[in-house]
């Protein structure tokens, strides 16, 4: 627990235990913001962006992404075991599926800001928002436009809720006329917003 | 303990509004909606934050119609539920 909680009892009382765990000698001083500082700084939507380039350039890869994340991660040297134990990554694919149906992803935690923060980094504030929350589960086509994505009827909408232990990440749509670029610069492409549904790419 | 479920299968949630914490959702209490995917097992985080022991539970992806949730909308809403909150929905 940070200190950016300043205002609120709680800190206080996190405080109170840590001090506790510290005199009784289970922690060090300052051990859990050293944990939580390493933790957040090996996260970055520099991994969920080369996981992605990596799908779009090789087609084993991308049926491995979608059938096991845990597994096919770890071939990029990326894990989901930097916490207190592995959790379970859900990678969902933008595109045509297998019903000829044009599906959109979009990702939300509406009980907390559940986020894969191993791959994605530090979660934006808006998503940590009440109004992104409750909202975008109702109105996703409401709250897409209104970041700027306007999917057409035909575009089937899935919002999907870390109400338990998995954490998901969205694989866009390759761009068109991108043919020609190195799977690096695919990974430029790719932004925050992209791999949590909000945005196209 | 076999899994109750299997993808395909259609499942109520529990409607009862229980005391402390669950990761039920409000929206989705007492809908149906169908398993897309099981997700593993893990601890029942209700017993957990009320700090008693439990042995992995199942978990699964549940996809729901908006308009089933909510009155209204095309999407569908997938929810990461215990079987715990889940009965089989007949007919």
């Known amino acids: 627990m940070s200190g950016a909680h300043a205002s609120s009892t709680i800190s206080a009382e996190v405080r109170h235990v840590e001090s506790l765990l510290e005199a009784r000698g289970l922690l060090e001083p300052g051990e859990i913001d050293t944990r939580i500082d390493e933790f957040a700084a090996k996260g970055s939507p520099a991994n969920g962006a080369r996981i992605v380039a990596r799908a779009w350039t090789d087609p084993g890869f991308a049926e491995r992404l979608l059938a096991d994340a845990n597994a096919a991660i770890r071939e990029l040297g990326l894990s989901m075991a930097g916490g207190i134990q592995e959790q379970r990554l859900k990678v969902v694919a933008n595109g045509v599926g297998a019903d000829g149906t044009e599906e959109h992803h979009v990702v939300v935690c509406t009980l907390c800001s559940c986020y894969p923060i191993a791959l994605l980094g530090p979660s934006p504030t808006w998503y940590k928002s009440e109004a992104y929350r409750s909202r975008v589960v109702r109105d996703p086509r409401g709250v897409l436009r209104e970041f700027g994505l306007e999917l057409p009827d035909s575009v089937a909408i899935s919002v999907w809720d870390a109400s338990a232990e998995s954490r998901y990440m969205v694989l866009p749509r390759r761009p068109e006329g991108t043919d020609g670029l190195t799977e690096e610069q695919l990974a430029g492409l790719v932004t925050r917003k992209g791999l949590i549904g909000t945005a196209a790419v | ?91």
């Open chain 2, 1 to 91: 303990m076999a899994d109750r479920f299997a993808p395909g299968d259609r499942v109520r949630t529990r409607s009862v509004d229980v005391a402390g914490h669950t990761r039920l959702p409000g929206y989705a209490r007492g809908a149906v909606g169908t398993v897309a995917e099981q997700a593993g097992r893990h601890p029942l985080a209700d017993e957990r934050a009320r700090g008693r022991h439990t042995e992995p539970h199942p978990v699964y992806h549940v996809r729901f119609a908006a308009a089933d949730l909510f009155g209204s909308g095309d999407h569908t809403v997938v929810v990461e539920l215990w079987e715990d909150y889940l009965v089989e929905e007949r007919g």
